[in-house]
Each structure stands twice: as C-alpha cells, then as structure tokens.
C-alpha cells in the first residue's frame, strides 16, 4: 500500500507558476511510477504527467508539454510538478497518482494509488 498526498494548489493568474508536491508514504520501497492527472468541472479526470523510479524517463499531455514539468525525489519519496505559463484552462483539481512498474502509464485504471487532490485555480 502506498499512502499519497498532495500539496501547493491554490489561486494564480494566468501566466503565473505554482509548484505541486506529491509525498508517499508506506510500501515505496519498490519501484513505481509517479503520475500527475487533472479533473476540471464537468470533465473527465485526464493524464497530466508520469515521471519513472529512475528519472529518466518523463511524459506529457500535450496541453501541458513545454510549460509543466514532472521531477521527483526518491529520497524524500515525493514528485513534484511545476507548472508554469499557466492558462484558465489548467484550473482543475490535480490528482497524484503511483503505480508498481516502469511503464509510464497515461490511463487512470493502470494506477493503483491515489491521492486526494489540490485545487488549482488560474485567473484569467
């Protein structure tokens, strides 16, 4: 099991930047997949971004390609997404998610852990 919480939502205007934190907690000592996903009003919960256990390895929405960035500490066992140029369309709650693996997976079903979620709202 794998316990995830979020952090670092909150209100910013359009073309500011907001760093979100993911930390977990429990089972992490194998390796995982670290995924960030999105769910604005009314809409379906879509793959944001998905980091591998090594790092090297990234991947992107293409809403979000050249303005987010996923990076991750396997010390502190925490990811984190900076987002910047950020637009009102990226207002959403952001979920973190994990699962066992090396394949970075853009699907929520092949996640098997998730957090709670952080508001994100960007002012137009």
């Known amino acids: 099991q794998v316990q995830l919480v979020e952090s670092g939502g909150g209100l910013v205007q359009a073309g500011g930047s907001l760093r979100l934190s993911c930390a977990a907690s429990?089972?992490?000592?194998?390796?995982?997949?670290m995924g960030w996903f999105r769910q604005a009003p009314e809409k379906e919960r879509e793959f944001v971004a998905a980091?591998?256990?090594?790092?090297?390895?990234?991947r992107y929405a293409d809403s979000v390609k050249g303005r987010f960035t996923i990076s991750r500490d396997n010390v502190k066992n925490t990811v984190y997404l900076q987002m910047n140029s950020l637009k009102p369309e990226d207002t959403a709650v952001y979920y973190c998610?994990?699962?066992?693996?090396?394949?970075?997976?853009?699907?929520?079903?092949?996640?098997?852990?998730w957090g709670q979620g952080t508001q994100v709202t960007v002012s137009s």
């Open positions: 429990g089972s992490t000592g194998s390796s995982y997949v």
């Open positions: 998610a994990a699962t066992y693996g090396s394949i970075l997976y853009m699907l929520l079903m092949q996640y098997d852990y």
């Open positions: 980091i591998s256990w090594s790092r090297s390895s990234t």
